[in-house]
């Protein structure tokens, strides 16, 4: 596939309709969303078809789009459900719908074919392999694992028959996405059914100290926007549906600021774009695993 040689599309997070309008509001080319059921966030607010369906019209008025997640595995007897939230979804429109599970995969593009399907980080994607299998199913986009540095990420897209999207800020798993089972250890509540607890943020105490021994720091890619755009990924995804909307605010800002700017003056407005980023309350940031040589 031929490396992006415009602009990636800056992927905002929308956990509630005010988060939607608001990043749309601060220069997100796009959002992702979940509705009531059978998403990865389900614990949070999330929207009614009524404030989806204001949403997308806002992003038509705006020529931005909304992505829907239905990214949780599904059980059998919910299989009915689903269908019929896909019924609603067809109705709607949006521009994508982001899936875990591959029964659901098979359900849009043999019942639902005007969706179009973008493959969750929870599948597991990691290499090029994945993603040209996935893209024979008529999956359009694949969102990859967390796990890979820049420099792999540019291999993928050049091996990929489809568009790639990668995180580029916000909370990063102590395990890997849609395979962490502490959550559903501790209590049951799965992180592949939208219910994750997050006990990884949680303090922890032995005979040898206590501490926050499973939080990680926060995924951190201002400085590194450049070598994203090398790579050709399509999407710069922000993580934070659980978050409202002034974090969404300003983390929008800051990157926004920083795709803007020309390359040549991005060093020089590193400062400005921190300072706004710095106004979301988040965790230390990091590079997470996107720089190889800052893994330890």
């Not at 098979?106 to 090029?128: C, D, Q, V, W, Y």
């Not at 199913?137 to 969102?143: A, D, Q, S």
């Not at 102590?174 to 303090?203: D, E, T, V």
């Given at each position: 596939m031929?490396?992006n040689p415009s602009k990636?599309?800056?992927l905002a997070?929308a956990?509630?309709l005010?988060?939607?309008?608001i990043?749309?509001?601060c220069?997100a080319?796009a959002?992702?969303a979940?509705?009531q059921?059978?998403n990865?966030?389900?614990?949070?607010?999330?929207?009614?078809?009524?404030?989806?369906?204001?949403?997308?019209l806002a992003?038509r008025?705006?020529?931005?789009?909304?992505y829907?997640?239905l990214?949780t595995l599904?059980r059998?007897p919910?299989?009915?459900d689903v269908?019929?939230?896909?019924a609603?979804?067809?109705?709607?429109?949006?521009d994508?719908?982001?899936?875990?599970?591959?029964g659901?995969?098979?359900m849009?593009?043999?019942?639902?074919?005007?969706?179009?399907?973008?493959a969750?980080?929870k599948m597991?994607?990691h290499?090029s392999a994945?993603v040209?299998?996935?893209?024979?199913?008529?999956v359009?986009?694949?969102i990859?694992?967390r796990?890979?540095?820049?420099?792999?990420?540019?291999?993928i897209?050049?091996s990929?028959?489809?568009?790639?999207?990668a995180?580029?800020?916000?909370?990063?798993c102590c395990c890997?996405?849609?395979a962490?089972?502490f959550?559903?250890?501790?209590?049951?509540?799965?992180?592949?059914?939208?219910k994750?607890?997050?006990p990884c943020r949680?303090r922890?105490?032995s005979e040898?100290?206590n501490?926050f021994?499973f939080?990680?720091?926060?995924?951190?890619?201002?400085?590194?926007?450049?070598q994203?755009?090398?790579?050709?990924?399509?999407?710069l995804?922000?993580?934070?549906?659980?978050?409202?909307a002034?974090?969404?605010?300003?983390?929008?800002?800051?990157?926004?600021m920083?795709?803007?700017t020309?390359?040549?003056?991005?060093?020089a407005?590193?400062?400005e774009?921190?300072?706004e980023?710095s106004?979301?309350?988040?965790?230390?940031?990091?590079?997470?695993?996107?720089?190889?040589?800052e893994?330890?």
């Amino acid at each position: 596939m031929t490396q992006n040689p415009s602009k990636p599309e800056l992927l905002a997070p929308a956990g509630d309709l005010q988060a939607g309008l608001i990043a749309f509001e601060c220069g997100a080319d796009a959002v992702y969303a979940g509705l009531q059921r059978f998403n990865a966030r389900e614990r949070n607010e999330n929207f009614s078809t009524d404030d989806l369906a204001t949403l997308i019209l806002a992003a038509r008025q705006q020529n931005r789009k909304v992505y829907v997640t239905l990214n949780t595995l599904i059980r059998e007897p919910e299989l009915a459900d689903v269908a019929e939230m896909l019924a609603e979804l067809d109705r709607l429109r949006p521009d994508a719908v982001i899936v875990q599970d591959l029964g659901v995969l098979r359900m849009i593009r043999e019942a639902f074919p005007r969706l179009k399907i973008h493959a969750s980080t929870k599948m597991g994607s990691h290499n090029s392999a994945a993603v040209n299998w996935l893209a024979r199913r008529g999956v359009e986009r694949v969102i990859l694992q967390r796990q890979i540095p820049v420099d792999e990420l540019s291999e993928i897209v050049r091996s990929s028959q489809i568009e790639v999207e990668a995180f580029v800020h916000g909370a990063l798993c102590c395990c890997l996405s849609g395979a962490c089972m502490f959550s559903s250890w501790m209590g049951g509540w799965s992180g592949n059914r939208g219910k994750c607890k997050q006990p990884c943020r949680r303090r922890y105490f032995s005979e040898q100290g206590n501490g926050f021994f499973f939080s990680t720091n926060d995924l951190y890619g201002l400085d590194v926007l450049d070598q994203l755009e090398d790579a050709g990924v399509a999407s710069l995804k922000i993580e934070g549906r659980l978050r409202k909307a002034d974090y969404v605010e300003h983390v929008v800002k800051a990157y926004r600021m920083m795709l803007d700017t020309p390359r040549e003056h991005r060093q020089a407005r590193l400062g400005e774009a921190r300072a706004e980023l710095s106004r979301a309350l988040g965790r230390k940031w990091s590079h997470g695993y996107l720089v190889r040589d800052e893994w330890n």
